[in-house]
């Protein structure tokens, strides 16, 4: 049962770069952002098939200017807060 009610006391600033945090842990998990357009492929440094989870985290850590720390604990949590490894949009129930 999904939790209902979590959100509502967030302020639209925190719910924005929650949302922008989302974007950036799925591409770092399977090398594309939510949504992708079919035939859409990985940009460099984020393909699965050629580079590991930490290569990744690594990429998107330097692509934002923030931590390897910071990339790899906003991922950790959102595993911990969702009920599988996150994926694209497309393919969540």
Do not use: Y
Not at 17 to 22: D, L, S, V
Not at 23 to 31: C, K, L, M
Not at 65 to 75: C, D, E, F, K, P
């Amino acid at each position: 049962m999904e939790p209902f009610g979590l959100l509502e006391g967030l302020s639209v600033k925190v719910l924005e770069e929650a949302r922008e945090w989302e974007r950036h842990i799925v591409e770092v998990e399977t090398g594309l952002p939510p949504n992708p357009l079919p035939g859409a492929t990985p940009r460099a440094g984020f393909d699965p098939a050629s580079t590991t989870i930490a290569e990744r985290d690594q990429a998107k850590a330097a692509e934002l200017g923030a931590s390897l720390r910071t990339v790899q604990t906003r991922r950790a949590t959102a595993f911990c807060l969702g009920s599988r490894k996150p994926q694209r949009r497309a393919e969540w129930p």
